[in-house]
């Protein structure tokens, strides 16, 4: 059995004080060494849904399948906010209606019209920044990854979202680095406030 409370507490690199380069890699080497063989899938698989030639509907199909919780409820909310900002794409280029859309085979799973954040994420895709829109829609996953991983203390699934979390910090330091720190600087004290970081 995975010890995840020594896992989580060891993370190495969320210090208070960090100041230096982010080696995401390394952080999640370190957790990967720790796992079990499924739990390693697992969070390999977390991390494909960054990569964009994973994104396809058998992927999407075996998240909905998956045995984590968090697999199943994060990429199900992905694949909404994906579709949804397909969906205003189609409608500010004049493309017909449900171009593009990903539907998994006989699920409504990813229509728009079933999305809870439809309304929000429009908001955030009608702002004529490019960078503040990509933000507003990494900081609707980052609390989609709060709300799934609130009730979760030292267990796979907290892991998971601090992988995923991971990930966004990540993209953002290579984008853009005052975004990056802050969402960094933001993760200390998510983690600090589940438990004391020696």
Not at 166 to 176: A, C, E, H, S, T
């Amino acid at each position: 059995m995975n010890n995840y409370e020594f896992i989580t507490a060891g993370l190495p690199v969320l210090q208070a004080d960090y100041r230096g380069p982010l080696d995401a890699g390394a952080v999640l080497e370190e957790i990967r060494e720790q796992f079990s063989e499924s739990d390693a899938a697992a969070l390999q698989f977390v991390l494909d849904g960054w990569k964009a030639e994973c994104l396809t509907e058998e992927f999407y199909a075996k998240a909905a399948k998956s045995r984590s919780a968090f697999i199943r409820d994060f990429f199900h909310y992905d694949l909404q906010l994906r579709n949804a900002k397909v969906a205003w794409l189609n409608r500010t280029l004049g493309r017909p209606e449900g171009r593009d859309i990903m539907q998994l085979p006989g699920s409504e799973q990813g229509l728009e019209e079933d999305f809870e954040d439809a309304a929000k994420a429009a908001e955030v895709l009608s702002g004529s920044d490019i960078l503040a829109r990509e933000r507003g829609l990494d900081s609707m996953l980052w609390e989609r990854i709060d709300a799934l991983t609130v009730m979760h203390v030292f267990d796979l699934d907290l892991i998971l979202g601090f992988a995923a979390k991971l990930q966004i910090v990540d993209r953002w330091l290579k984008l853009d680095e005052a975004t990056g720190r802050e969402l960094f600087e933001k993760m200390v004290r998510d983690i600090k406030a589940n438990f004391t970081i020696e």
